[in-house]
């Protein structure tokens, strides 16, 4: 162990490459602790979670793990659904990663965590392992230290579920990270036509309309919804986005969810889309925190965007937040003049 | 001098049970010798959920704070020399209502009474189980319907029988305002009865008889004026609802029959003897008004916040009752309320406001929509922060908590842990091999065959009465039954209650403990994150949930999953969300084995080093037991300064790092 930087944390039995060992052995037990790690602010810390991530990302092959955004308004059913998805994978013997993500009183920093409640199939079950983390900082209702749980997750587990709230911008947000983004909708008119007006109909890969068990408005809310991605163009890779009528309590069409998921990951597989998709997530990923630290002004001391994201390229044995870390140096480098 | 008339009094009660059948009939037996007039029998919490006494999840709890009954041979012994035909019994027993009620008329066959004769109630509802009380099983729709077959069943089989018992008692207790209290029991009542006249096996001509079947249990508490209004404003509601909604004509089917627990959510710790006070007091709100007086009354006992009554404590409380009704001229006046403006208008706001809050629960679909999104629940959960902070505040003043705190050593405390009931250690075992006995003695053909009928006939649709009376004399125990039910329904877990974010609070002391919170947070690399448990069968979720609320708007990061979890489920629950800090609520009792439990996972998963606190009805000896084996903080009623709890907490996990 290291004797120049602090333990990561509680238990700690390692530094933060014997860590990464672990989780690239598919360690569970590994998982508490890195999670822990990447969420941490401490200077020491945040050192050994790029040592971390990099080890990760040079042995990006190994993180099998699939990882699926599930978005849509508060009340829609995510966290059932997610609780739905447990119990239709883990028969078939595939393990899920959860990261809840709670949206946090902005006035105390505070939090109600209150998503494992639904999600109870996976208790005393080491196949299922559910994190809840408060949506704090960024726009878009998603932690800081979501991509690098995802991450960590991917090592581990089959599957990674990421429940984000939102309609409208945070899709775009959340799309960036995961592999398939799922978009749960209520049924009922006002919330299809909104996220129709919202444009970005093209994000989600696969529609749900929950609670199909209610009827007839949720029959309608499916017909609308394929409507109206009838009349949006087709996407530039082929995949045509289904609509799928679910229902989280009773398991109605969960299996031809989880057929949607699995053929979209397949589809993304042979493609090449799901690997492009995740480079363009890393680079959108350095952008954005780039931007938000150092604003535009500081983006153009590197190039600009589009040369940020060649370096990003580039730099493929390099984590995102390695990555974030030393072009951070550089721009401050040259915003002090150095 | 000739006596002046006195009207009847009420039934008078006392909710009690404990051990074990034989110790719980000997107890009914020297209450009725002493006057009391009916019997309330209160069961453990493993009967309460269906579980027989050697499951797992009955650990600690068999007998504790009610009477195991697990078969027809335990309800016979609980009911010995007691004339079911003569007797009325209340009956607190909510998810296995049926299956008690099938106990309970088969002991009644056994003992040679007609069905016909038996009086009683069954306390049936589910909705207030969900919303405070706890112990519900299955998903809402099953629960509806297993109401709905105990309440077409009784009416004609059992017809004195009160086959369910709409709750508001249980609402006032989870911190329920009056028009909380009177709102939810009225939408659940129309859930209830909506749910009754959909069904097509009750004749348009039974629902005069069923609608005046329907029995309430309410609350009392210590606003005793307001209390009177709120008991003749919902006389005044469930008159109109009988006749306007499901046009009842006779106005004797109308009448609202109800039964009354006085509030115990007031009763303190501190300065225990006041609670007499109290309860006196409370008692008069439910019986001053006789158009809308009490049809039985149990009170709790002086000791209510220290732990369970002991017999001479309850005995007190007899007295209270008595004294009231035969010493006093209560009974011997008309309405004394009749013509008085001041109560007519508080009666018709209590009654306005009610009526809006009602409607907009059917609006969003009745009680069933409203637990599952969790608005009633939340409603509560606010109500209840609403008061404790008044508490903490000191705008709502509590005798000897948080005013007038001077006080002599009390004689009645002096005695320490003599001062409660403390149910022997053996009672748990001696259970088990008393149903390892009636287990091996019975015809296992017979058994199978009763619930394999019970099974089938609940699969068609048939009515859970007469298959559950058939399994009671084949000798089916509580758990079998509970299992076959939990195996077609499923299970359920209600919303907590607890939102993702709330108002803070805005004293300086709140203030300053955010400011620590946000300190230590920097200090951890992370925001605070603190887990509440809720380990074992014990549904007392207020603390939980006041002490989550405290926790959010301080600024820490909260996870909590509600009530019933096991002690594994929690220790993997503290490694998976990473927390700094746990804590566990625990109120009925059994926290000696489930707190040591926790403490032993928790170290097998190498997380011994994370503090754990513990809060709820600790007696000072186990929590120095507690103490020594890691916990380090215990917490019970007379810490009602939340925010004190959460700077200690804070400083805990700052010392730890
Ligand atoms: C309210 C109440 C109920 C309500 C509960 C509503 C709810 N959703 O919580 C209702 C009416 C449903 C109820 C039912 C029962 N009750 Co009750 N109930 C009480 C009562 C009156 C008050 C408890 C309360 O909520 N107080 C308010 C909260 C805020 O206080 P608190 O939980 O004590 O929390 C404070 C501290 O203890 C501490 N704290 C508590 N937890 C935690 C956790 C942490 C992490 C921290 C830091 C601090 C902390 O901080 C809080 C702030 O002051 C007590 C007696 C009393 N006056 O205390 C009996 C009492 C707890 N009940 C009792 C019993 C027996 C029952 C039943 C089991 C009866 C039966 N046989 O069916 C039922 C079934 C409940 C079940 N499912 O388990 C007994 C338990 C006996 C024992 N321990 O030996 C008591 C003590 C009454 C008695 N003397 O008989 N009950
Ligand atoms: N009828 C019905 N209700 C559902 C279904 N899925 C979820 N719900 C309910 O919708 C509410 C919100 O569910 P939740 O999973 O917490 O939603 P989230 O906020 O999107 O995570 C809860 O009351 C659920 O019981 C479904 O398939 N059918
Ligand atoms: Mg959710």
Known sequence: MPTDAAPASRGSSGGSSALAARLLAGDRAAVPEALNLVDDTRAPQREQARDLLDTLQRNRESLRGHRVGITGAPGAGKSTLLDALVRNLRPRGRSVGIL?????????????????????????????YLRSMAARDRLGGIADATAASVEILGAVFDYVFVETVGVGQSESEISH????????????????????????????????????DIGAVAERTASELSSGL???????????????????????????????????????????????????GRAHAVCAALAQRYGAYGLERVGGRDALEVRVREAEEESVASLVHRLGQFIEGALTGR | MTAPKRDRPWLIRTYSGHSSARASNELY????????????????????????????????????????????????????????????????????????????????????????????????????EYLSRGTYVFPPEASLRLITDMVTYTVDAIPKWNPVNICSYHLQEAGATP?????????????????????????????????????????????????????????????????????????????????VQVNSLGLTEAQPENNVIRIVLESLGVTLSKNARTRSLQLPAWNEALGLPRPWDQQWSLRIQQILAYETDLLEHEDIFEGSKVIEARTRSLQEEALAEMQKVLDMGGVVAAIDNAYMKQRLVESHTARLRAIESGDLKVVGVNAFTETEPSPLTAAGSDSILVVDEGAEREQIERLDAFRSKRNDADVKGAITNLRDVLKNGGNVMPPSIRAAHAGVTTGEWADTLRDLFGEYRAPTGVTASGRAATSATTQAVRARVDAV?????????????????????????????????????????????????????????????????????????????VLKRLADLGLGDIPVVVGGIIPEADASELREAGVQRVYTPKDFDLTRIMGEIVDLVSDAD
């Not at chain 1, 105390?108 to 199939?121: E, I």
């Not at chain 1, 995961?178 to 696969?206: N, Y």
């Not at chain 2, 009225?186 to 029995?215: H, K, Q, T, Y």
């Not at chain 2, 006389?235 to 009842?248: P, S, V």
Request: aromatic share 6%.
């Open chain 2, 521 to 597: 947070s920097e200090k951890l690399g992370r925001r605070l994150k603190l887990l509440v448990g809720k380990p074992g069968l014990d549904g007392h979720s207020n603390g939980a949930e006041q002490i989550a609320v405290a926790a959010r708007d301080v600024g820490m990061e909260v996870v909590y999953d509600g009530i019933r979890l096991t002690p594994e489920e929690i220790a993997a629950s503290a490694r998976d969300e990473g927390v700094h800090v746990i804590g566990l609520s625990l109120l009925s009792g059994s926290h000696g084995v489930l707190v040591l439990d």
């Open chain 2, 179 to 259: 028009v909380q209290e009177i709102a939810y029991a009225m939408a659940n009542a129309v859930g209830v009865l909506d749910a009754v006249r959909a069904r097509d096996d009750v004749p348009e001509d039974a629902l005069p008889r069923i609608f005046g079947r329907i029995s309430f249990f309410l609350n009392a508490g210590i606003r005793f004026v307001e209390e009177v209004c709120k008991c003749r404003a919902m006389t005044a509601l469930w008159d109109d609802l009988g006749r306007d909604r499901y046009g009842i004509e006779d106005p004797q089917m109308r009448r609202f029959r109800y039964g």
């Open chain 2, 29 to 128: 037996r020297a209450n009725l010798a002493k006057g009391q007039t009916g019997l309330s029998v209160a069961f453990d919490l493993p009967t309460q959920t269906g579980y027989d006494a050697d499951h797992p999840l009955a650990r600690g709890e068999v007998g504790k704070v009610g009477v195991p009954i697990a078969h027809i041979d335990d309800m016979s012994q609980l009911f010995d020399q007691i004339p079911l035909a003569k007797m009325n019994s209340n009956l607190t027993i909510n998810a296995t209502a049926a299956w008690l009620l099938a106990l309970y008329a088969a002991t009644a066959e056994r003992q040679g009474a007609d069905p016909a004769a038996l009086q009683g109630t069954t306390q049936n509802d589910i909705v207030k």
């Open chain 1, 230 to 280: 009838g009349l949006s163009t087709p996407r530039a890779d082929g995949w045509e986005a289904p609509v799928l009528l679910v229902s989280a309590r009773d398991g109605a069409g969960v299996d031809a969810l989880v057929d949607a998921v699995d053929a979209h990951a397949q589809h993304g597989l042979e493609s090449g889309a799901r690997e492009a998709g995740r480079r363009a």
């Open chain 1, 100 to 128: 809840a993500i709670d949206p946090s009183s902005q006035r105390t920093g505070g939090a109600l965590l209150g998503d494992r409640f639904r999600v109870r199939s996976g208790a005393n079950d080491d196949g299922v």
């Open chain 1, 177 to 212: 990270g995961v592999d398939t983004l799922v978009f749960v909708a209520q049924p009922g008119a006002g919330d299809s036509l909104q996220f129709m007006k919202a444009g970005i109909l093209e994000l989600p890969d696969v529609f749900v309309v929950n609670k199909a």
